[in-house]
């Protein structure tokens, strides 16, 4: 899995940098991205252009701010990140910043399904993962 945890590094540093022509490198043709109910860009995107898009928009409500993995568990093709969320939005002039989770499926190398949990125990329950250090911490201050 180590190919598949690279990518997703690849992922998270170009979303940082906000580059989002290459955040596309590890998907496949027919990826499918979910965002739950209750976050900004909520919805099903399907397929490379449409969740471009959807990142694109939600990466461009920061003025500046890092989405940064903390830990990687993996349980067959499928991947939770746990991800902190640091970021000052474009018409404020405070921080967030929050603590959840994206969970994601691969096949041979490319990224098929992105999904986001915003509590961590939902992730490991959708990828049937225990993990015992698992803490759902209210929102986050930065360290």
Known sequence: MSTEIEALERFFAAINRNDMAAITEDFDPEIVRVEPEGFPTAG???GIAEVQANVTKGRGTWAEGTCDP???????DKVVVYLHAWVRLKDSGEWIGGRFADGFVFRDGKITRYLTFAQRAEALRWADIDDPEALEPAAAEKP
């Open 44 to 46: 099903t995107y399907r």
């Open 70 to 76: 903390e830990k990687f568990l993996v349980n067959g």
